[in-house]
């Protein structure tokens, strides 16, 4: 559901309001799972990258950075694109995780239209990540699509 910045009698919140409440929303979910466990459950992370990414009118690549029990060290918003297409560098890539110390990390990206069937450059440049991160012992564990609905490159034994 999209809401535009002038308020309207259908939308009780204007997109600011909306996306800040999105906000504390999701940082309440990550410290739950910062006390309470971690992120290795496909269903958790979709929740958490649906508030995090969901209400964004543009493409966002964004990587959450876990240590080695898989607790969230941060959550970075790292490429910014248009409707349909966001350039992703995997040498960015690689140097966020390293400046992190990251030893997994799970991708995710939103796709404004709402259809979150990954394409083949999702696919691709997934792969290219993987292999970059490999070198340096940094696993993927995901890469989250996310739209009306979320598709896990993970469950569907892409990664």
Request: glycine share 4%.
């Amino acid at each position: 559901m999209r809401t535009t910045n002038q308020s309207n009698h259908h939308y009780p919140f204007k997109t600011s309001e909306l996306n800040e409440l999105l906000e504390r929303a999701a940082e309440a979910l990550a410290l739950k799972y910062k006390r309470e466990g971690t992120f290795t459950n496909p269903t958790n992370v979709k929740e958490y990258l649906k508030l995090k990414l969901g209400a964004h009118d543009r493409e966002v690549f964004a990587v959450m950075f876990l240590d080695n029990q898989h607790q969230l060290i941060s959550f970075e918003e790292l490429f910014f694109g248009t409707i349909d297409a966001a350039s992703v560098y995997p040498r960015e890539v690689l140097k966020a995780a390293l400046n992190h110390n990251a030893a997994a990390v799970v991708f995710a990206h939103n796709h404004p239209s709402g259809i979150a069937e990954p394409s083949q450059a999702d696919r691709r440049i997934t792969q290219r990540l993987v292999d970059a991160l490999k070198l340096v012992d940094i696993r993927v564990l995901d890469h989250i699509v996310v739209g009306e609905n979320c598709v896990s490159f993970a469950e569907k034994g892409w990664v």
